[in-house]
């Protein structure tokens, strides 16, 4: 089947605070089932293109559309929060911060939403819960609760809870950010799982190994604009425009000294030991 | 004259109901702010000015003036207005939303205090506004006030005596009873003082168990 609409398609986004325009009519559009990174300094308005998507801020100017439906619509707010909702149950988001729900388990955590929205029943809700954490390798913490978890697992149910809604689109904003260096790994398997199931994501991330290895598409921005975008191949390797340059040179000398910063505590860490 | 305790025996069963309606007071009453405290924290952060501003009078009106004068008013002066309220459903009406008011203004500074990423996860759910209230900011919120609300209701526990003076037979009323009766009132003042703390102990005891429960979900 061929698809007469883009199925996400961003038109001419801007968003201002005050003065301060973050994002300067960024247009692009993402296929279903592709798979795409948005890289860029600190700043320069990633994780508001990724919240415009489900309109957790709203933009100043310009459409988004999913799956040929426009989801910030202008509409009488009563209807435009009954549209919101339900378009937003389509879409799944995962914060650098987890946001898990900390005065429910992780069972409720994941059935909270599809049991309120969807009005599952309990065993319904159960067997979903089992299934989704299951699938990220959760499924034996189902009774713990968000502070019996490691960063990772947290991460990894925030997914599952996600995933729960059934949405068509994944939204990652620095999942693995927050997380210790060595719980990094457990998270980017569980989405490359989903890359290899054919979700359609759009991943903002620091991590280029990651981009370059999963993703179809690397989206460079800055400043509020989409400065360069192509396969990783060409993003990370042959880059056309100088700043995708500078930006990727700088990032990899501050990888390495982070790398050295490290070897080093961990030398510093034997030594101590060794003089205990 | 020394003290006589030998003539607080028989007076036991007139206090212990006393102490029973003590109790029951101060369950209802405290059930009340609860659910009281947490309704108007809600109105008066949510809800549109002709709801918000009545709470606020309201509020402004059981906070600035003696709880006493607002048993009067709720079980004497409502007579005039044609609604008789039992003294004891006066009672809980009047502490219940006396203590309301305090337990709503923990409960309004608690639900602002909620990382805003509660409410933003639950938005992308796709919940509702009170959606997400209802199921994930307030529920913290509340487990947030548990220690503070505590002490209201020991505060609540302590002036229930208060309903005394409008007619509810509980533990202050029925020491007053037996004083009138034996002339002993350090006796029975005593007496009634040793069952307060032990109410309260009760009361704690709770609140300790309740903190428990909820530790894990922080
Ligand atoms: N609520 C806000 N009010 C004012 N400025 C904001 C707000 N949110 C983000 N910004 C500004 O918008 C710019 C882009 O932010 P952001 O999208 O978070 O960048 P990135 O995710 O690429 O680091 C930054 O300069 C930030 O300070
Ligand atoms: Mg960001």
Redesign the interface.
């Given at each position: 089947m061929t698809e007469a609409h883009k199925f996400v398609d961003i038109r001419h986004a801007q968003k201002a605070y005050g003065d301060l325009e973050v994002l300067k009519d960024i247009s692009l559009t993402v296929d279903r089932g592709e798979i795409v990174a948005i890289i860029g300094p600190s700043g320069s308005g990633k994780s508001t293109l990724l919240r415009a998507i489900?309109d957790?801020d709203s933009l100043t100017g310009g459409e988004v559309w999913l799956d040929g439906v426009q989801i910030n619509k202008d509409l009488p707010y009563r209807q435009y929060?009954k549209h919101i909702?339900?378009m937003?149950?389509q879409?799944?988001?995962v914060?650098q911060?987890f946001?898990?729900?900390?005065?429910?388990s992780v069972r409720d955590n994941v059935t909270?939403?599809p049991k309120?929205?969807k009005g599952l029943s309990d065993k319904e809700a159960d067997k979903l819960a089992e299934e989704q954490l299951n699938h990220v390798g959760m499924l034996e913490r189902i009774d713990y609760?968000p502070?019996?978890l490691s960063g990772g697992q947290k991460q990894r149910v925030?997914i599952a809870?996600?995933l729960a809604?059934q949405p068509k689109l994944m939204l990652f904003d620095e999942a693995t950010s927050a997380l210790d260096p060595e719980l990094v790994e457990e998270v980017n398997l569980v989405m490359k799982r989903l890359a290899e199931e054919h979700m359609t994501m759009i991943i903002v991330t620091h991590e280029m190994d990651f981009a370059a290895s999963v993703c179809d598409r690397v989206i460079f921005m800055d400043k509020g604009v989409v400065v360069e975008q192509g396969p990783p191949s060409v993003v990370f390797q042959n880059p056309t425009e100088e700043r995708t340059k500078e930006f990727l040179r700088k990032h990899l000398a501050q990888h390495h000294a982070q790398n050295a910063a490290e070897a080093a505590a961990l030398t510093a860490a034997q030594t101590n030991e060794g003089a205990k | 004259m020394g003290l006589d305790f030998t003539v607080v025996p028989a007076y036991l069963d007139t206090i212990l109901i006393g102490v029973l309606w003590t109790i029951a007071i101060t369950v209802c009453a405290a059930l009340l702010s609860f659910f009281g405290g947490i309704l108007f924290a809600v109105i008066a952060l949510y809800a549109p000015w002709f709801l918000r501003l009545p709470v606020r009078l309201f509020a402004w009106l059981f906070m600035g003036t003696p709880l006493l004068l607002q048993l009067f008013l709720i079980y004497f002066g409502l007579v005039e207005l044609g609604i008789d309220l039992p003294a004891f459903v006066a009672g809980v009406i009047g502490l219940g939303l006396h203590f309301a008011v305090y337990n709503s203004e923990l409960i309004q500074t608690a639900i602002l205090a909620v990382d805003n990423g509660q409410m933003e996860a639950a938005r992308t759910l796709g919940c509702s506004r009170a959606q997400a209230l209802r199921k994930v900011v307030i529920p913290q919120a509340v487990r947030d006030v548990i220690p503070p609300i505590g002490n209201n209701m020991i505060a609540l526990l302590k002036d229930s005596a208060l309903v005394s003076v409008i007619g509810v037979s509980e533990l202050t009323l029925s020491s007053q009873l037996a004083i009138g009766r034996t002339y002993r009132p350090f006796e029975f003042y005593a007496v009634a003082a040793v069952f307060y703390y032990v109410v309260n102990l009760g009361m704690e005891a709770v609140m300790r168990r309740i903190e428990r429960k909820t530790s894990l979900s922080r």
């Open positions: 489900n957790l929060e909702n339900a937003r149950q879409v799944g988001m914060f911060h946001n898990l729900f900390p005065h429910l909270m939403a309120l929205l609760y502070s019996q925030a809870r996600a809604m | -």
